[in-house]
């Protein structure tokens, strides 16, 4: 409970969802949440109840991240701002499902964007102040969608096949320079992320007793916090799943192929 006291941690996504959850448990924990996302009034509202209830300092910033350049000059603005930035958690991103035919290409071009353009810039951007400091912490949101790619999730698996890839190797040229690299890989989490990746509502019906809860995943991200953990990985069954599908990819689908069809 004390590791995350008075600790500043930068969170995109901040304003619902999984970013929420985290951005309570820092403040819970001591820690001063730097809250990133585009709905400036709820992140006044989140400010507000945060301060309030625990009595840390949350700061907030009003943010489009598919705008590379508007991402880069909030990012340089916080590290003006805050005296000593201790992590960063790159977690906004959406996903849609769709086929690839089916797909506007507009929002395959966002799905990019966000998932990894903004997730690199971010890191690119404060890694050399990390490393100058030889510390620091940088979790990325990935999927275990980027480990097992299913129909209707073409876009979006490539999107967080790209995190898990980038931040391998990141990890591996960092290690000795004092920054941790952790990478999240989730299933379905009772988030509004549905509410734009399965509008029908079919999916979530189809999966709904395996959604993961945000509260608990927020609660791991957090515990694993300026520890260096390679890996969170979310349900169990499902990372078990993930490595089968790595040895036997054939058998897998075979098996599995009712399964993955149900977005």
Known sequence: MTKLRNKNIIITGASSGIGEE???????????????ARSVDKLKRMKMELESTYSVKCSFYQA????????RRTLHQIMEDIAQVDALINNAGFGIFNKVGETNWEDIERMFQLNVYALIMGTHEILPYFINRREGHIINIGSQ?????TPKSSVYSATKHAVIGFSNALRLEVEDQGVF?????LGPVRTNFFDMADPSGNYQKAIGRYMLDPEKVARNITK??????????????MEMG???YNLFPKLTERMLKSQFNKK
């Open 145 to 149: 969608a980027g480990k097992i790619a």
């Open 224 to 237: 694993a916090l300026f520890t260096n953990k390679r890996e969170i990985n979310m349900p169990g069954w």
């Open 242 to 244: 993930s490595k089968f």
């Open 181 to 185: 690299v952790t990478t999240v890989n």
């Open 64 to 71: 489009d991240l598919t705008d590379l350049s508007e991402w």
């Open 22 to 36: 985290i951005a309570l448990q820092v403040a819970e924990q001591g820690g001063n949440p730097i809250l990133v």
